[in-house]
């Protein structure tokens, strides 16, 4: 998985609507060295993290809720965080990305404590009910932010965070992502507490663990990765979903011991999203939220079934 994971990495510096000069990164000359450490490498370090990011989201809501089914996308995190960036952008106009990241932050924390509370009162039996609720409770949240913004005169504004896209990833307009660093280690550091958080509240507190708290953290955790993500590039679908689950195929549920791979899988997927929708109608391209959300869907419908038969 490392050489498919440095083989992407490198294709995402090489792939783009303009060349790499090899012989001006040699001699120095020209805009070649600009064109790389300006555009080309921060566009892959903002992938590198998202990836990370939002499979280690998925990772920890689906222990938090005990369903392997759910993650951002599937339990109203990033359609709150959408509301919460409008109504920043409407109550404080000239807010800067600190303070548009603090609104969805948020609202995201929020949203993510009220879906876990619904889940918890109605009891199913069958678990793909559970992401099904999550999906209506975002259509809510994303009906109620397209009012907002129709009603606020901003509905333009809120295109760019309907849709991931990497495109407007340049130096100086992506450093925020890096708040997904902390996340990860704290993820790594509590993720023997999340395994137990997984077996469910009465194993958890037999077994000593304050389970409100760390549901808490946990939640709190998905709530600033996925600020940061919609902040920088927008919405980007089934990443948490899709990864975590492969990888618990083979390797089982040990957070310990699965969450590198997890780590490494979400960044690969995205990797390879980013670059199928450069190359689709090249020198264009399709942004990442289509590409992710049909790769990721389709899967998404793979496991479905799977876990029917």
């Given at each position: 998985?490392?050489?498919?994971?440095?083989?992407?990495?490198?294709?995402?510096?090489?792939?783009?609507?303009?060349?790499?000069?090899?012989?001006?990164?040699?001699s120095?000359?020209g805009?070649?060295?600009?064109t790389?450490?300006?555009?080309?490498?921060?566009?892959?370090?903002?992938?590198?993290?998202?990836?990370?990011?939002?499979?280690?989201?998925?990772?920890?809501?689906?222990?938090?809720?005990?369903?392997?089914?759910?993650?951002?996308?599937?339990?109203?995190?990033?359609?709150?965080?959408?509301?919460?960036?409008?109504?920043?952008?409407?109550?404080?106009?000239?807010?800067?990305?600190?303070?548009?990241?603090?609104?969805?932050?948020?609202?995201?924390?929020?949203a993510?404590?009220?879906?876990?509370?619904?889940?918890?009162?109605?009891?199913?039996?069958?678990?793909?009910?559970?992401?099904?609720?999550?999906?209506?409770?975002?259509?809510?949240?994303?009906?109620?932010?397209?009012?907002?913004?129709?009603?606020?005169?901003?509905?333009?504004?809120?295109?760019?965070?309907?849709?991931?896209?990497?495109?407007?990833?340049?130096?100086?307009?992506?450093?925020?992502i890096?708040?997904?660093?902390?996340?990860?280690?704290?993820?790594?550091?509590?993720?023997?507490?999340?395994?137990?958080?997984?077996?469910?509240?009465?194993?958890?507190?037999a077994?000593?663990?304050?389970?409100?708290?760390?549901?808490?953290?946990?939640?709190?955790?998905?709530?600033?990765?996925?600020?940061?993500?919609?902040?920088?590039?927008?919405?980007?679908?089934?990443?948490?979903?899709?990864?975590?689950?492969?990888?618990?195929?083979?390797y089982?549920?040990?957070?310990?011991?699965t969450?590198?791979?997890?780590a490494?899988?979400?960044?690969?997927l995205?990797?390879?999203?980013?670059?199928?929708?450069?190359?689709?109608?090249?020198?264009?391209?399709?942004?990442?939220g289509?590409?992710a959300?049909?790769?990721?869907?389709?899967?998404?419908?793979?496991?479905?079934?799977?876990?029917?038969?």
């Open positions: 998985m490392l050489a498919l994971f440095a083989m992407l990495c490198i294709a995402s510096v090489l792939v783009g609507a303009r060349q790499v000069a090899w012989a001006q990164l040699a120095g000359t805009d070649a060295w600009l790389l450490t300006a555009s080309r490498l921060p566009r892959l370090a903002a992938l590198i993290l998202s990836g990370v990011g939002l499979a280690i989201c998925g990772v920890i809501l689906q222990h938090i809720v005990r369903n392997k089914f759910v993650e951002p996308a599937t339990s109203g995190g990033l359609d709150a965080a959408k509301l919460g960036i409008l109504v920043s952008l409407a109550w404080l106009a000239d807010a800067g990305p600190a303070t548009r990241m603090a609104f969805a932050l948020a609202f995201s924390f929020a993510s404590l009220l879906y876990v509370a619904i889940i918890r009162r109605i009891h199913f039996r069958n678990t793909v009910l559970v992401p099904v609720i999550g999906l209506m409770y975002g259509g809510v949240l994303s009906a109620v932010a397209e009012f907002y913004a129709y009603r606020h005169n901003i509905l333009q504004s809120m295109q760019g965070w309907l849709m991931g896209d990497f495109s407007k990833v340049v130096q100086g307009n992506y450093e925020i890096y708040l997904i660093l902390p996340i990860v280690v704290l993820t790594y550091v509590y993720a023997q507490r999340l395994t137990v958080l997984g077996m469910g509240e009465g194993m958890a507190r077994l000593g663990l304050n389970y409100a708290a760390t549901a808490a953290l946990g939640l709190m955790l998905v709530a600033v990765t996925v600020a940061a993500t919609v902040i920088t590039v927008g919405a980007i679908p089934f990443v948490g979903l899709v990864v975590p689950n492969l990888v618990a195929l083979k089982g549920d040990n957070l310990r011991r969450l590198p791979l997890v490494l899988g979400g960044a690969s995205l990797l390879a999203c980013d670059i199928l929708g450069r190359l689709v109608i090249y020198p264009f391209e399709v942004p990442i289509l590409t959300g049909g790769i990721g869907g389709l899967l998404f419908l793979a496991l479905i079934w799977r876990s029917r038969r």
